[in-house]
């Protein structure tokens, strides 16, 4: 992958840690996108439109390139240490940004299974996220989710 010089993870370089918000929120959506063990395309499909919604990526190029040097940069960590270095990047604002990011990548093949409720709930507390909020996410993640 050459190094094009827009997005957060530093395209091309070796990165062995979450370098920006953007890095942050990303790592997230990662990680909820896996949680289910299976990643569809429907998955990668709303991890696309994701990049293409948030001015946070604004001047990345390919979500799934970007998502791969995310990914990359905390291989071999685990799930705790990953969220707890996203979080430490991120401002109050952009950790509710994060968590309604990963709620749809949780939704995103129609559904949420034990394993994404218990991921969803991890992030919330890590985050900050009131649950009150996150329940008003939750919800508005699922309406706009509907297909019928």
């Excluded at 969803?120 to 019928?148: D, T």
Aim: aromatic fraction near 4%.
């Amino acid at each position: 992958m050459k190094n094009t010089n827009t997005c957060g993870c530093a395209c091309g370089r070796p990165q062995k840690a979450l370098k920006s918000p953007a890095d942050a929120v990303m790592a997230i959506c990662v990680l909820a996108l896996a949680i289910d063990g299976k990643v569809g395309k429907r998955e990668l499909e709303r991890m696309d439109h994701m990049l293409i919604m948030s001015p946070l990526f604004t001047g990345v190029k390919s979500a799934r390139e970007y998502a791969a040097c995310v990914a990359e940069a905390v291989s071999g960590k685990g799930r705790d240490e990953v969220i707890a270095e996203a979080a430490a990047l991120l401002p109050a604002r952009l950790a509710e940004t994060a968590y309604a990011w990963a709620a749809q990548m949780a939704l995103a093949d129609g559904k949420v299974v034990s394993p994404e409720h218990k991921f969803l709930s991890e992030i919330r507390k890590e985050l900050g996220i009131h649950g009150v909020l996150a329940g008003k996410i939750n919800a508005v993640s699922a309406i706009l989710n509907r297909a019928r």
